[in-house]
């Protein structure tokens, strides 16, 4: 593995750095064709749709990387080699899915090496929705912050980065494939349900309290 870049305890090499910049992107367009409500509608928004590609690569691109991130930095304080792989036909997926009025967006995954027990593959597993939670509550005083200074993008960068953040952390921890919840729920029981209830309920509220409009 070819280093491009050191952060502290933490190497990148030049693929995964291309890999996290090209889910990063291919995410943001996705959800920009997404929020706009499918492909005939992003045209609708004319000059606009730089400003809502600008809201998605801040929110969902951002809560994707910072999610795949989470399990990485995790999996190295564990003694782990660990490297972010984007899935090129999953994010080609997601910008058809995208055109089409929905979205499937599954960007790739940390790979890592090495032995591990239930407990640490766990503590790597949940890093990712915890990180999630995390990022809904930083969006929430920018929500808040909007609404108060009667700015509109503002009150639509919190509003999508908190319900895309809330959403991500419970469908992750849906006990299912692939998904971190299967993992997290082999290593503790009560640990997934409390998050996975927590992120559902806050998902629910927060669908249900925010009035979004984008176009």
């Known amino acids: 593995m070819s280093t491009a870049y050191r952060i502290g305890d933490y190497e990148f090499s030049s693929r995964e750095v291309r890999d996290l910049l090209v889910a990063w992107a291919a995410l943001g367009l996705a959800f920009t064709i997404f929020f706009a409500g499918g492909g005939p509608n992003v045209l609708a928004l004319g000059p606009g749709i730089v400003v809502l590609l600008g809201v998605s690569l801040l929110t969902a691109g951002v809560a994707f990387l910072l999610h795949e991130l989470a399990h990485k930095v995790v999996a190295v304080n564990y003694g782990q080699?660990?490297?972010?792989?984007?899935?090129?036909?999953?994010?080609?997926?997601?910008?058809?899915?995208?055109?089409?009025?929905?979205?499937?967006?599954?960007?790739?995954?940390?790979?890592?090496?090495?032995?591990?027990?239930?407990?640490?593959?766990?503590?790597?597993?949940?890093?990712?929705?915890?990180?999630?939670?995390?990022?809904?509550a930083v969006f929430l005083p920018v929500y808040l912050g909007g609404v108060g200074l009667?700015?509109?993008?503002?009150?639509?960068?919190?509003?999508?980065?908190?319900?895309?953040?809330?959403?991500?952390?419970?469908?992750?921890?849906?006990?299912?494939?692939?998904?971190?919840?299967?993992?997290?729920?082999?290593?503790?029981?009560?640990?997934?349900?409390?998050?996975?209830?927590?992120?559902?309920a806050l998902t629910y509220i927060a669908w249900t309290t925010l009035d979004i409009s984008i176009i």
């Open 81 to 136: 080699v660990a490297e972010f792989r984007a899935d090129y036909n999953m994010l080609f997926l997601a910008v058809m899915s995208a055109l089409l009025g929905f979205i499937f967006a599954a960007p790739g995954a940390v790979h890592h090496r090495g032995y591990l027990n239930a407990k640490e593959h766990g503590h790597i597993a949940i890093a990712g929705p915890v990180m999630n939670l995390v990022l809904a």
């Open 150 to 200: 009667n700015l509109g993008l503002l009150v639509l960068l919190g509003q999508l980065g908190i319900i895309v953040n809330l959403f991500l952390a419970a469908f992750n921890l849906v006990p299912f494939g692939p998904l971190d919840g299967k993992t997290v729920i082999a290593w503790s029981k009560p640990v997934w349900g409390g998050t996975f209830l927590l992120s559902a």
